[in-house]
């Protein structure tokens, strides 16, 4: 998959991998459109990067997601590359004190069911482009063995690799492929103060759009690459390892 000259959309652009992605792209794309919420952030990544059009979404609200896909596949009709990166995660088990009830649905809202709208909402405009387009998915190794705690972030990454590989069958005979990044722990907001041993979000980007280019339709990133061979060996020693976070 040539990412050369192509309108992109990805979310969740404004800090961290959607950021390193956004960095890394704008100098050979011929525009990229960036969800996130934060207006100040949009702001300043508009003004960094001359080819960036930004758009305010809450990808939790369902109407709002709606709108603002409406207005971008209006204005930007030849986006032919989306890239699902936006993901958010709580920490607490469900036996801590500071546990949130709401944050469930949150979670669930952002990281799973925003991506699979998404993905509905762009599969017509893309099969209209009657030309090569992808979409991509990022997911996490705790999709594959989660950790003790973040029970609910690892649901939703497993449960949008399983869409992610279900949707590829779908588009088989389509010109749309589908890409899954499977992420390491990376030094992004969102782990901040947690985990040793984290990837760099220009490394993430780096191995993500390589793996695009090579058309490598599961693209384990960084220490993910080693969940395949060790999963081989001995499953049980792979679980223990994810259990620990």
Not at 4 to 28: E, F, N
Not at 146 to 152: D, E, Q, R
Request: hydrophobic content about 40%; proline content about 6%.
């Amino acid at each position: 998959m040539n990412l050369q000259d192509k309108t992109l959309l990805i979310t969740g652009g404004t800090s961290g991998i959607g950021y390193a992605l956004v960095k890394k792209l704008s100098t050979t794309s011929k525009t990229i459109i960036v969800i996130a919420r934060n207006p100040v952030h949009l702001e300043k990544i508009k003004t960094e990067f001359p080819n960036v059009h930004t758009y305010k979404c809450a990808l939790a609200n369902k109407i709002d997601l709606e709108k603002t896909f409406s207005e971008i596949i209006n204005n930007h009709p030849d986006i032919s590359v989306v890239i699902n990166n936006a993901g958010i995660q709580s920490t607490p088990t469900f036996l801590d004190k500071d546990f949130n009830f709401d944050s469930i649905e949150n979670e669930i809202s952002v990281n799973l069911m925003a991506p699979i709208r998404i993905c509905a909402l762009m599969l017509g405009p893309l099969l209209n482009l009657k030309a090569p387009a992808a979409i991509v998915n990022i997911t996490s190794g705790l999709g594959l063995y989660p950790k003790k705690n973040s029970a609910v972030y690892c649901a939703t990454k497993a449960g949008l690799r399983n869409f992610t590989q279900s949707f590829r069958y779908q588009l088989e005979e389509t010109p749309i492929k589908v890409f899954e990044a499977i992420m390491p722990l990376v030094d992004t907001p969102m782990t901040h103060g947690r985990g040793k041993g984290k990837i760099s979000p220009d490394s993430a980007a780096n191995a993500i759009i390589k793996g695009i280019e090579n058309d490598d339709e599961e693209i384990f990133v960084g220490k993910a690459k080693l969940i395949p061979l060790v999963s081989r060996i001995s499953p049980s020693l792979m679980a223990a390892i994810m259990k620990a976070g």
